[in-house]
């Protein structure tokens, strides 16, 4: 369990965590010479019985919002310092808001300082701190007073720390390894030295990492957790690796750290559900310039609204952001104003590596049904959703995104692609389409070339073989010798059979010495001879020896019967075929390679040999 402080400047948190945990807070010299926090502190809490979690102490001052937020993210429990002498102060509501924002799952406000007032006030104050968290999302327990300096308070607070801990749910070890990154050093024998709260998964000693979104790849050197050297990380854990591969200088607070688990990628636009506070200063309208905090990094972007969305509602917008940002669906995040600079709102990302173009917005894609969000996730994508991405882009793990996608009846999986069956139908349909409007051109062709229609068609491969398969088994088109046709489409050209029976019958006058496509079209008076000749070709009584010359079948079996007659007696020599056929070399040597090309003959130097003697 991750336990965060949360509270206005000189409230008391630094002190409360040494108190608990008995480290010093505070390690940065100028922290000790303000004497406030600016940046996150961390310690381990031994409550006992084997049970160690981690404690992140941010920074109250207002010029520190960043790093709060930085150190708030992924925690499990948010302990609301409020001091029992001063009361609900601007910070303490900020702090309020991004918890809220951020969706932390439970919260136990601490009056501190309670030393400082008499019994009469401090029962006021819990009142007033009670009343006013009723209203929150983060499930806040019944205040709980404590004194740093007397110690009064304190036993109670780790009893309820404890009990916490104890009902927190263990996280799944199935999810896949991410970690944001706050803080970033370099250790003598270690090298660079890494430390996150991992959001999820787990980690092995000489596991391959990955730094986004810079893409610096790096090894696993050494591991350590609550101040212990571990063998792995576990989830929801406070974790230091140590990293080989990779320079101090070249990694900040920001940036993530993975596993090759699942493709993970840095994104320049989220698409993003926005929650805007009611004390918001103004609508969120196309192009207004916020902060983005997510994780642990900052990041300037445009927001892009479907509609304005106004203090205290909730709307669908892009987020286009200035500089890479890594997201998983259900990412939670927090939006601050540019200038001057306040918390205005947050929300959570819906999509977090949307499609560039034009794109619907179905209202399930803002659903917290797994299921609804992933036909909204595939209607925006008509190509289709890649399988190792989808735990991204649900925010599941592998096994439960995979069982959210089988469960979905509209869709399908061809190979590792997850399409809808509308998606399939609709380029099916197009397919249809564009083999009528060829046809149309081409009447005497069989079909359209197959790659051509493929390219045409502008969808996955594996979407266009899908589409082909079910409207071939459908009697709807046919495929066949790489051209696909409509089905009971049959081709033709000008003056049908009988001008086909024409031309063929010119080639069996001309038997081994056919002319030339120019000279038959010379002769025929015809300038579309070739299409005629294809379908001659394609029922099989002639053959193209020659790219412009055509034989019939009855040419070619007695010119093969020949070749047999002369290579069962021996070597089959060139000036023997053309004396007994009666034919120049003009015909005899395409004939020959038309020969060795159909298996009937294999040439040996300048002479032939039957492949196979009968």
């Known amino acids: 369990m991750i336990i965060g402080t949360a509270g206005h400047i000189d409230h008391g948190k630094s002190t409360l965590v040494t108190s608990l945990t008995g480290k010093a807070m505070d390690r940065l010299a100028e922290e000790r010479r303000r004497q406030i926090t600016i940046d996150l502190n961390f310690a381990s809490l031994d409550l006992g019985v084997g049970r160690m979690v981690g404690v992140v102490d941010a920074p109250g001052h207002e010029d520190f919002v960043r790093t709060m937020v930085a150190g708030a993210s992924g925690i499990d429990l948010a302990l609301l310092i409020v001091a029992a002498d001063e009361g609900i102060m601007p910070q303490t509501e900020e702090h309020l808001a991004i918890l809220e924002q951020l969706g932390i799952p439970a919260g136990i406000p601490v009056l501190s300082k309670a030393d400082l007032v008499d019994a009469e006030w401090l029962q006021f104050m819990a009142l007033e701190i009670a009343e006013r968290l009723a209203h929150s999302s983060v499930p806040f327990e019944a205040p709980i007073a404590v004194s740093a300096k007397s110690g009064a308070g304190l036993d109670a607070l780790r009893e309820r720390l404890t009990a916490r801990a104890a ?88 940036d993530v750290l993975v596993t090759d688990d699942l493709p993970w990628a840095a994104a320049s636009a989220l698409d993003v559900e926005i929650i805007l506070q009611p004390g918001a200063a103004r609508p969120l309208i196309g192009r207004t310039r916020v902060r983005v ?255 412009d010359r055509y034989y019939t079948r009855e040419a070619l079996e007695q010119f093969a019967g020949v070749l047999r007659d002369l290579g069962e007696k021996g070597s089959i020599i060139p000036a023997q075929v053309r004396d007994r056929l009666g034919i120049s070399r003009k015909y005899l040597i395409p004939l020959l390679e038309w020969a060795d090309g159909r298996g009937i003959t294999v040439r040996v130097g300048e002479a032939r040999e039957l492949r196979v003697k009968v």
Request: glycine share 10%.
């Open 167 to 254: 009902a927190l749910a263990p996280r799944s070890l199935g999810d896949a390894f991410r970690m944001p990154i706050d803080r970033v050093f370099s250790l003598a024998g270690v090298g660079t030295v890494v430390t996150g709260t991992a959001w999820s998964g787990r980690l092995d000693v000489s596991d391959s990492v990955l730094i986004l979104p810079s893409g610096l790849r790096g090894r696993v050197r050494s591991l350590e957790s609550y101040g212990k050297a571990a063998a792995h990380s576990e989830p929801g854990a406070r974790t230091a690796v140590g990293i080989a591969g990779i320079d101090r200088a070249a990694v900040a607070r920001g």
């Open 293 to 547: 905090l997510l994780g642990t990094a900052e990041v300037m972007a445009r927001v892009l609204p479907r509609t304005p969305i106004s203090p205290g509602e909730t709307g669908m917008a892009r987020l286009s952001l200035e500089k890479p940002l890594l997201a998983r669906a259900e990412d939670r995040f927090v939006l601050r104003s540019y200038s001057p600079v306040t918390t205005i709102g947050g929300g959570r990302v819906l999509d977090p590596l949307p499609p560039r173009r034009r794109t619907p917005w179905p209202a399930g894609l803002a659903s917290r049904d797994p299921g609804e969000r992933f036909r909204s996730l595939l209607s925006r994508r008509p190509g289709g959703i890649r399988a190792p991405t989808l735990p991204i882009a649900l925010g599941l793990s592998r096994a439960a995104a995979s069982t959210v996608a089988r469960g979905e009846p509209s869709a399908r999986l061809l190979g590792d692609l997850w399409v809808t069956n509308a998606s399939i139908e609709q380029v099916g349909t197009r397919a249809l389409g564009l083999l009528k409007e060829y046809h149309r051109q081409h009447l005497s062709a069989a079909g359209m070339p197959l790659e051509t229609l493929r390219h045409s068609l502008r969808a996955p491969d594996l979407v266009v073989e899908a589409a082909l398969a079910d409207f071939g088994q459908a009697g709807r088109l046919r495929r066949s010798d790489g051209v696909v046709a409509l089905a009971g489409f049959a081709p033709r050209v000008a003056g049908g059979d009988a001008e086909i029976d024409r031309v063929v019958g010119i080639l069996l006058d001309a038997h081994l010495t056919p002319p030339s496509i120019p000279e038959l079209e010379q002769s025929t008076g015809r300038r579309d001879l070739l299409p005629l000749l294809r379908l001659a070709a394609a029922s099989g009584r002639i053959e193209a020896v020659e790219r």
